[in-house]
DNA sequence: ACTGAAAAACCCGCATT
DNA sequence: AATGCGGGTTTTTCAGT
């Protein structure tokens, strides 16, 4: 068996993770109440969450919007085939992809499928409108299966966290 | 053509779109620094922003972690097939899933699977374990077809924000 | 690496227009 | 709906352990 050491080598410690937890969930509460919750002090939160951002292990604080709210109601998951796998044509294709804006995700993958997209339109009129003539003026493209999202069972931006990091 | 109104009717203009696009980008600009790019003071600001987060255009604010940082490296896809579609069946399959911290979404999908799941582990040996011992538990499940992520080309959390909103 | 305290910056309500 | 001000919190720094 391969032993899958954390690559970056970051220690970090329970009141890391715990401290980790708490912002992944709230990005708002306070190092007072952050403090509390760990009997500390804020200054060592306040430090140690310092640590985090600078190793980026925290990579930002974002606002989470409801798309509904915004008229975005329709969400599509893309799975994508191209024609030729060549180097400059991988990168032609995600360069692309990068510059259309109703593209929130763009993963390449090792599957039977080349790219997983993720979109965010208004209906699926503007979905359409997407296929036609931003995707598919892709001369590389080959296929794309897509399916629409009914209902979140689960949608959370939280990485599940293990005592093992 | 069907005209797709704001199901919500809320109400946006040209400022809240520009508090929401910043607030998706960085979470802990403040009401100061929003009010100079906006040409404003700092109360419009705070009255908007509180309202954005009363009406739930803002759901949350979260800080957003480096998987690879934290252990877990490794992305997965997975796009399921139930064997029955009762109801029930459904609800069950969600419950179950609901509870497997590897995954960290879930969405019921209108197309040729029936669930979109995203996994986010440790390494392979960690995905096997979430196959055989979490995900396949399940006695509805006719069978799994996976992906894994190799790079992300694009990854946010930010809904496109267009002006008809 | 932590405590405790103090300085600086910001949040948030209020009076006003 | 906006401005401007002021009290209360929070963030951030710092001396001491």
Redesign the interface.
């Known amino acids: 068996?391969?032993e899958?050491e954390?690559?970056?080598s970051?220690r970090?410690d329970s009141i890391d993770i715990n401290i980790?937890r708490q912002?992944?969930?709230?990005?708002?509460i306070t190092n007072k109440d952050l403090a509390s919750q760990l009997e500390l002090t804020t200054t060592p939160i306040y430090e140690r969450v310092k640590r985090l951002e600078k190793?980026?292990?925290?990579?930002?604080?974002?606002?989470?919007?409801?798309?509904?709210?915004?008229?975005?109601?329709l969400?599509a998951?893309c799975?994508v085939r191209l024609e030729k796998h060549t180097k400059e044509k991988l990168a032609a294709f995600?360069k692309h992809?990068?510059n259309i804006?109703?593209?929130?995700?763009?993963?390449?993958?090792?599957?039977?499928?080349d790219?997983?997209l993720k979109i965010?339109v208004?209906?699926m009129?503007a979905f359409q409108h997407f296929i036609v003539n931003k995707l598919s003026t892709n001369e590389n493209l080959a296929n794309v299966?897509?399916?629409?999202?009914?209902?979140?069972?689960?949608?959370?931006?939280?990485?599940?966290?293990?005592e093992?990091?």
């Not at 109703?102 to 039977?112: M, S, T």
């Not at 979140?152 to 966290?161: E, G, H, Q, S």
């Open positions: 068996m391969i899958t954390n690559p970056s970051i970090l980790i912002l992944q969930n709230n990005a708002k190793l980026k292990v925290i990579e930002t604080y974002v606002a989470l919007i409801n798309p509904v709210k915004v008229g975005k109601g969400m998951l799975m995600e992809v990068a804006p109703e593209v929130v995700e763009c993963y390449h993958l090792a599957g039977q499928y790219y997983h965010l208004r209906d009129n299966q897509s399916s629409f999202v009914m209902s979140r069972i689960t949608d959370t931006t939280a990485v599940p966290l293990t093992e990091s």
